[in-house]
């Protein structure tokens, strides 16, 4: 499991200010996270979730924080690259923001996990450009 730091943009729909933060791709994450502390930092707007998630650790135990309770929609920039995207919201997050698995499965971006640099040559057909 390998993880390597990247700036993107984030915005929310109707909002004219961008926020651009350094993220975290994690390959051993499998949602993608903002921190609770972030969201309200930046006055993001949260969806309530109609049932609660429960997160397991890596060895299979359920995470000491609180269920992850809300989403928030966002917009994501990378270089001239753009997606909306839902991120689940959680408590006690060391990093602003973390794309896991999914993410890096369905961008399926170029990534050299040694210099850490990530190019974006392959683009699902619905991708925006």
């Known amino acids: 499991m390998r993880k390597v730091t990247v700036k993107i943009g984030l915005k929310q729909e109707d909002d004219k200010k961008e926020i651009i933060v350094d993220v975290l791709l994690d390959s051993g994450v499998m949602i993608l996270v903002m921190s609770l502390e972030f969201v309200r930092n930046n006055k993001f707007r949260?969806?309530?979730?109609?049932?609660l998630i429960y997160i397991r650790n890596v060895d299979?135990?359920?995470?000491?924080?609180?269920?992850i309770e809300h989403t928030v929609e966002i917009e994501l920039f990378y270089k001239e690259h753009k997606k909306i995207t839902v991120i689940d919201v959680i408590e006690g997050q060391k990093w602003s923001v973390i794309l896991g698995m999914p993410c890096l499965a369905y961008h399926n971006s170029?990534?050299?996990?040694?210099t850490e640099e990530v190019k974006m040559t392959r683009y699902p057909?619905?991708?925006e450009k």
């Open 46 to 51: 949260k969806k309530k979730l109609e049932r």
């Open 125 to 127: 057909d619905e991708y």
């Open 110 to 114: 170029e990534i050299n996990w040694k």
């Open 60 to 67: 299979n135990i359920f995470n000491h924080e609180e269920p």
